[in-house]
């Protein structure tokens, strides 16, 4: 198992937020479900289905899910390298025979697990979906993976961030504007550039060009995994290499700067 | 051992290192010397291969930093000025994680744990957490760290900083210890008592350059490693130096340097035997002696003969 994993796992248990912000994540995954559970099971009328609460608490449960974990996520990887400037460390490591792959992968890791840990953590919670129907695995599963997709390229973002800047407080506030940008800003964009576009046939007739930023959005890219297995192509697929090539930038980019971090270690 | 040749880095177009040459024989502990932004540190880091040198050579071992890093870094230990250290490890983690940095078999990393905690003084501390070290003792942990993977080379960027009196003391008898078991040290320091305590040679940096000394040398050689060439006394008398000179001249192997009243410079030929029979001469020639020893401020003198200021 490569050190860096190990260690950094084991110092994050140690942390206070190592069990906080599971606890605090659980309690909102709860307090979503009760609440979604409170307002469907008292409209008027209770003409909904079984299979149709089934769906709209597995929908709600997804989209806060993403969204909790967006939040969460830069907090465990944009600190990721600062820390190491902040405390001096890094040195330690770059003349350790751990090359800087090993380094980031390590980091990257360790932040990706945390934040597995969390979605795993989740599941009892999700499974409470089943009991109504309307859910089965194939949906559970692509949105599942498609949430790991996202919040990797989050933590490939944060973690470059992290090698650029020297000071954790400034990669994380970047990290968060990127997140920002990625979920919000792209759907304005997206919304004005439709404004001057039209689209009468449906969604393959508006232009790529106004269809492009919502591409990099992750609540764009948790909703194309919500349609039917065969209609993935090719709004899913396109999310998922415009995701997976943000991160592989980020990753070289991290590492450059980690080949180049002796200058300020 | 260390072959540092023309290496050149500049930062933001100011020249951090201009030419700077340098050659460190194995086993020797060699010390660097020179005001603040001489450029030590930047050697340093180059040859710990944290750095690349914009251009020259530099080689430890036998292998090119720049070409060969892995093989540098398996062969040196690297200890910065503020060595930085996991607060929430505990000693032993510490170590450990580092053993596996090193690749050290995981059969052999516990045995060399617990080595590195021995010779640092540590094994009790060893479940400890680092933050609960005294400063002198997170030094010794990180020196620990750095010896883990048996370096043949240590390179050390003022280690002695921050350090209280007897704990520098202590990093002293440690650096000896260590260079008498064979390992070559680099040592960059403006403490120049203790350079001139531990180092064989000491070599003069400032812009990034050698610097020479009056005598035009830019290496200060402090101990002689051949025990048969001469080394410099200073002998303090109670009065009559001129007396005290020709009893001096008389014995074989010394030649009087320079005589004051109350003080003369010798040079004595042969093994130390040589210096304590000379005294035995002085004493009972009825010379009164007062001070019989190396001169201890020549580094420092010679430090302000070439830079023009007080040493920290």
Redesign the interface.
Known sequence: MN??I??EL??RM??RRGWILPSLYLLALCAIISFVYYEQSSESGRTQQGWQFGVTLFLTLAYSQLALLLLMAPIFSAGALTI?KE????????????GPVQIWWGKFAASLMFVLLLLLIGIPVLSAVFAFGGVGPWEVGIVAFTTVVILGTISAISLYWSSAFRRSVHATAVSYVTVVVMTVVTLIIFGIAMSSVRAQDGWHSIPLEVRAPLYLNPLFFLTTALVPKNQLYPEWFTCLGAFVAVAALCAALTLRNLRRS??V? | MIEVSQIRKSYNGSRALDGFNLRVEKGELFGLVGPNGAGKSTLIKILSTLIRADSGVARIAGFDVAADPLAVKSAVGYMPDQPGLYQDMRVREFLEFFADAFRIPSQRRRAVVDQGLDESALGARAESFVEELSFGMKQRLFLAKTLLHSPQVLLLDEPATGLDPLARVDLRDQLKRLNQQGITILLSSHILADLQEICSRVALIAGGKNQQDAAGSSVIELRTPDSSLPRLYEVGVLRDGERAAQFAGAFTGVKVMQVEPSRMLVEISGEAAQAAEFLRHLVTSGVQVVRFDRPAATLEQRYRDVFGEKPR
């Not at chain 1, 405390?87 to 751990?98: E, I, N, W, Y």
């Open positions: 050190p860096m190990r260690k084991r110092q140690r942390e190491e405390q001096r460390t890094l040195p330690g490591l770059l003349t350790s025979l751990l002796g200058d270690a």
